[in-house]
């Protein structure tokens, strides 16, 4: 770049840092299978910021974004743009959960050592800063480091505002937006090009069409962080992200909405993606996250088929009623959860649940207890478990801090996979052995023949839990991570390893890694082989045969009496009860209405 050339320059590089694993080194994979919300929209802002020209005219923006999931961050490259920029630039950690931030703050020691303005932005600095009566150590660390600290989006201008300030050298420590939350509608869309986007398995687009929750569970993050007023992006904006994914060859998509059930936009977004579809005449596949009463909005099901929704996260929790009260998760009803789950199934979208372990009810005897009755009653067809973690802009958090209860202080394992606290029911060693149990047991052989049957039962593949369970059994049985965090290939950079950690030599390091990829994907091709062949002879075996089982039953009011998911607490018993009870009251509000209506016809 000529000297001229570079005078007005401006670097905006975003990075998507990932976490450490237990021995330090980072977690990064040929391609990830979960995209980043986040960069996406943040990148779209930015890339809208450029167009208008809104730091200048003259000012010419080199956007750069990385996520580290998939990509190795080159920071010696980053750091030469950047001193070679005649303005400057700014690196911008961009998402940053708070099992991130430790690597995060690696990341920006580097940077901010050669000079370059940083700023940490996410749910970890939004959430400390939105629930918290001081900052904790971390984030006092990154201050301290000259890093600053972004809480809050960046849409309605505050994103532009702050590469002003950068641009101009004089960034603030702190922007704090938590106490006004923009409007996303017809703000620019979450984008990223396609050389990132072909980076994440089955190369995935994301976007969320919505921000906010109304609900109130204590563990929940997205509350304090996004805030309980849900705000909504319109079907003319969801087209245009669409159809800019649609003309660089992308049809995949992840909506992140913590809940799209509750989006007030729902029924037109759905109608616009199915339109969208048949006019391009593209195979659209969408996974979407809703709640468990979903199925009682009409016709919210089969809209989501018509738009091309293949998979749905539901966010089950947990079967008992004390655990579900206890996490103020009252949304939950056990009493609806197979007609729900059934309702999915005569779609054909596969149906994913997450379960928590480490609720105060909880012991381990329990935990396997009710994850078998799950594996009878319950047709979930893939079920991931989390450790109960009270994370920093959680209730819980915020009521532990105050009442200096232990927590962890390591914030590297706040991952949904480690014990943080403490529990009355469990030792620590208890809690974290059923976790790592817990997905033998639901993946256990026989349920797999199970899962198969009953998609091949729905109409659908069976290939497809063969595909799922190598992804969320797989995962933890032979790479040790949770399928949240997975992807294809694992990849180890020797250099790249927690600060409080030595690099080790190479005549150490390297070794041991050819053992590791020879234990690890070795033993992972056996049992995909395994599964395959299995999966196979069902398909053989199954041709022309009905099969049912329990869970695929249809539902009964008598279920309440015979199945043990209604009998097995007393809270469960009383669940049944309020259920009987609702449904006598309708019933009669039903007779009223219906008499009241005789009268008036009499008259």
């Known amino acids: 770049m000529s000297p001229r050339a570079s005078d007005n320059s401006f670097c905006i590089d975003m ?37 208008r020209g809104a730091l200048g005219e003259d000012v010419e923006v080199a956007l750069n974004a990385y996520d580290e999931t998939n990509t190795v961050i080159p920071v010696d490259e980053i750091v030469r743009r950047h001193k070679a920029a005649g303005r400057g630039g700014i690196v911008c950690m961009v998402g ?31 959430g400390c800063l939105a629930m918290l009566p001081e900052l904790p150590d971390d984030l006092k660390e990154a201050l301290e480091l000259g890093i600053t600290l972004f809480a809050g989006e960046g849409e309605g201008g505050r994103l532009a505002a702050f590469y002003k300030d950068a641009l101009a050298g004089r960034l603030e420590p702190i922007y704090n937006h938590m106490n006004d939350l923009p409007g996303i509608e017809e703000e620019p869309v979450p984008f990223l090009p396609e050389q990132m986007v072909r980076r994440y398995g089955g190369s995935i687009a994301s976007f969320d069409a919505g921000r906010g929750c ?45 809940n799209f059930a509750r989006n007030r ?18 195979p659209f596949s969408i996974i979407i996250q809703v709640d468990t ?32 009260m206890a996490a103020n998760k009252r949304q939950n009803r056990i009493t609806e959860y197979r007609l729900m789950l059934q309702e999915w199934r005569n779609h054909q979208i596969i149906t994913y649940a997450g379960y928590i372990l480490g609720f105060p009810a909880d012991t381990p005897e329990r935990i396997a207890h009710d994850i078998e009755v799950i594996k009878r009653e319950l047709p979930i067809d893939v079920l991931e478990f989390f450790c109960l973690t009270p994370l920093p802009g959680s209730e819980d958090h915020k009521n532990l801090t105050l009442r200096s209860v232990p927590m962890d202080p390591d914030m590297n394992i706040y991952d949904l996979e480690h014990v943080t606290t403490g529990h009355s029911l469990m030792s620590k060693d208890e809690w974290q052995g059923i976790y790592n149990n817990a997905w033998d047991i639901y993946y256990s052989r026989d349920h797999i023949v199970t899962l198969m049957r009953r998609m091949i039962a729905s109409g659908n593949k069976p290939e497809r839990i063969w595909a799922h369970a190598l992804q969320f059994h797989g995962s933890i049985k032979f790479e040790k991570v949770h399928p949240l965090q997975g992807g294809y290939f694992r990849r180890k950079i020797r250099t790249e390893r927690r600060s409080t950690l030595p690099i080790e030599s190479p005549l150490v390091f390297y070794p041991r890694r050819l053992v590791e990829i020879l234990t690890t994907y070795v033993p992972f091709a056996l049992y995909a082989a395994d599964l395959w062949l299995l999966c196979q002879r069902i398909k053989r075996e199954q041709r022309g045969q009905s099969y049912t089982d329990l869970a695929l039953s249809p539902v009964e009011e ?14 469960a018993k009383a669940a049944v009860a309020k259920a009987r009870s609702n449904r006598a009251a309708s019933a009669r509000a039903g007779e009223a209405r219906a008499n009241a209506a005789t009268a008036t016809a009499a008259e």
């Open 15 to 51: 990075i998507k840092p990932s976490h450490y694993d237990d021995d330090g080194y980072v977690i990064q994979w040929r391609r990830a299978w979960i995209p980043s919300n986040s960069l996406s929209c943040l990148y779209g802002i930015t890339l809208d910021i450029m167009e």
């Open 96 to 126: 940053v959960q708070s099992n991130q931030f430790p690597r995060a703050l690696d990341l920006a020691r580097r940077f901010r050592a050669e000079g370059l303005q940083v700023a940490i932005g996410g749910f970890h600095a939004s």
């Open 214 to 258: 109304p609900f109130q569970c204590s563990f929940c993050t997205i509350i304090n962080v996004q805030g309980r007023k849900s705000r909504f992006r319109d079907a003319d904006d969801i087209e245009r992200l669409i159809r800019a994914n649609v003309d660089q060859g992308i049809n995949r998509f992840f909506i992140t909405d913590d």
């Open 265 to 282: 936009n729902w029924e037109a977004i759905f109608d616009r993606i199915g339109d969208l579809r048949e006019a391009l005449g593209k």
């Open 293 to 324: 009463l979903c199925h009682k909005i009409p016709n919210f099901i089969a809209k989501a088929k018509r738009a091309g929704v293949a998979r749905v996260f539901i966010g089950l929790e947990n079967i008992n009623p004390d655990n579900l």
């Open 558 to 571: 008598a279920d309440e009496e015979s199945l043990e998911m209604f009998d097995h607490t007393d809270a």
